[in-house]
Nanobody, 122 residues
Framework: QVQLVASGGVLVPVGWPLRLSCAASGNFRSVNLMRWYRHVPGNQRELVAA???????NYADSVKGRFTISIDNAKNTVYLQMNSLKPEDKAVYYC????????????????WGQGTHVTVSS
């Protein structure tokens, strides 16, 4: 019902910026919440940043001051602006959304996008 397509992951040098995008499409009324997670093999998936449709945000301590999450409600797209990238930011980044599916009764769904690879070279 909701498809998420993430993009923007590439190889960048340490200290460079990078912006990830994740667009939601499909049959839904609105997106309530979108998050970015990241995963490094051997570690648990980590919540990086989250934003509600009203614009409230929260961040992992490891990225505060460097990463900014934003949302374009008209495009149902979430962005993750990553600045001052460090080697430890290297991971597969996943987007997630909670969507209001609409209809005669209140229904919500949770969806994941495919990962996008971010590599930071030192």
């Amino acid at each position: 019902q909701v498809q998420l397509v993430a993009s923007g992951g590439v190889l960048v040098p340490v200290g460079w910026p990078l912006r990830l995008s994740c667009a939601a499409s499909g049959n839904f009324r609105s997106v309530n919440l979108m998050r970015w997670y990241r995963h490094v093999p051997g570690n648990q998936r980590e919540l990086v940043a989250a934003i509600t449709k009203s614009g409230s945000t929260n961040y992992a301590d490891s990225v505060k001051g460097r990463f900014t999450i934003s949302i374009d409600n008209a495009k149902n797209t979430v962005y993750l602006q990553m600045n001052s990238l460090k080697p430890e930011d290297k991971a597969v980044y996943y987007c997630y959304c909670n969507a209001d599916l609409g209809g005669p009764t209140t229904r919500y769904g949770n969806y994941w996008g495919q990962g996008t690879h971010v590599t930071v070279s030192s």
